[in-house]
């Protein structure tokens, strides 16, 4: 990385620490800390609520999964308009009018605090145990992106979070989610434009899809009733349904961003923007992994990304014979990808038929 | 008591969100499709 990289990451970092802070005034009583006083308009908890799902293993794993499996994951997300919509019907209006802090505040008024506490226990072991996969995955690449040491990547992801969520409440989540929904979509971008210029001259985006659409990386709906296959339009609209529907309806994370909104519309109207938004902005998440694959038709993959473990291997004979023949392995899948992609389009559907 | 009163006023009434939910449904039917033939195109 280079200094201009660092200021910006620090200066990014700083900011939402102070504005985080800064929002510790309006969090001084329980209502204003836990629930933001309702405040909120629709389309920041509605962002808010599309952030706290979209994690970073979802921008490394779903990428990667499309890498290598294609587009398939896509309609695990299919049911999740239909939960949305179940969930404004009941859950949304239910828990603002009764006017708890926390999704299992509930349990204790309805049956006793031992339920409370269990419920509670369960989420924040589980919350826990996720978060703690969610903070070291992307600790992992990016303490081989800056050569430090792991744990030290931990602490200096988890610090920042750590703090402006102590000082500021939900208000300060919620306004940090917001912001960082506008810096992934604008990642998002800009990963897609760098990708687009990787491809040799005279492949089109086109050629690309094309390419990737006959290796069978486009399988966006699956309409088998296979059960050994993870993901069709059926695991989709049933399974994934009944998923979303026991995040979004029991889950503390996701009911306390719709506990904030101002009133049971404004609840509402954020559900239903994050289901509207997230199947087109799954697709797009994907997509760039599939372009990836693309990508590394035309350019040569290295055999280990982890460079700290390639510069072990480097020096080992066995290790270059291995490199010489994936070298001349490459050149020949290269060709051959540059030929698919200049054929005519009976040429492609001929060639994929006798395939 | 009088501001509780007048946000559950001023919600919308059912039959909008109704429309509303009848919307979202033929917007995901919609995606799916164009998805399918999105897929189905690239493909041949």
């Not at chain 1, 409370?116 to 978060?131: D, K």
């Not at chain 1, 799954?282 to 280990?304: A, K, T």
Request: proline share 2%.
């Amino acid at each position: 990385m280079k200094i201009l990289d660092w200021i910006i990451v620090a200066a990014y970092l700083a900011y939402v620490i102070w504005d985080g802070i800064r929002l510790t005034k309006h969090s001084q009583t329980a209502e204003g800390y836990f629930l933001a006083n309702r405040s909120l308009p629709w389309w920041a908890v509605g962002l808010s609520v599309m952030a706290t799902q979209l994690s970073a293993i979802t921008l490394v794993g779903t990428t990667g999964q499309a890498y290598s499996d294609g587009m398939r994951f896509i309609q695990f997300y299919y049911g999740l308009p239909l939960a949305m919509i179940i969930l404004c019907l009941t859950v949304v209006p239910f828990f603002h009018r009764a006017k708890v802090y926390t999704a299992y505040e509930y349990l204790e008024k309805r049956f006793d605090v031992k339920v409370l506490a269990l419920t509670s226990f369960c989420f924040l072991i589980s919350r826990g145990l996720g978060v703690g996969v969610i903070i070291s995955a992307p600790s992992i690449i990016l303490s081989i992106v800056l050569g430090w040491n792991l744990i030290a990547t931990i602490f200096a992801i988890g610090l920042s979070t750590t703090i402006y969520t102590v000082f500021g409440g939900v208000q300060a989540v919620t306004w940090t989610d917001v912001k960082q929904m506008f810096v992934i979509f604008f990642g998002l971008a800009v990963c897609f434009i760098v990708i687009l210029s990787g491809f040799p001259a005279d492949v089109s985006l086109g050629d690309g899809l094309r390419l990737a659409g006959s290796l069978g990386k486009l399988n966006t709906v699956d309409t088998s009733f296979n059960l050994k296959e993870s993901y069709t339009i059926w695991s989709g609209l049933i399974g994934g349904l009944f998923l979303m529907l026991a995040y979004f309806g029991c889950d503390q994370s996701q009911v306390q961003r719709y506990l904030t909104a101002k009133s049971v519309d404004e609840g509402r109207t954020s559900l239903l923007m994050s289901a509207f938004l997230k199947i087109p902005m799954q697709f797009f998440v994907l997509l760039i992994g599939v372009f990836v694959f693309v990508f590394y038709q035309f350019n040569q993959p290295p055999i280990i990304f982890n460079s700290t473990e390639y510069a072990k291997a480097e020096t080992s004979a066995q290790f270059q014979a291995i490199q010489r023949n994936y070298e001349i392995a490459h050149a020949e899948r290269r060709e051959a990808a540059i030929k698919f992609s200049s054929e005519s389009l009976e040429f492609r559907q001929n060639y994929i038929e006798a395939d | 008591v009088h501001k509780t009163e007048e946000k559950i006023t001023t919600e919308k009434p059912n039959a909008f969100w109704y429309r509303v939910y009848l919307a979202i449904i033929v917007a995901t039917i919609l995606v799916i499709t164009a998805l399918w033939l999105f897929s189905a195109y690239f493909s041949k």
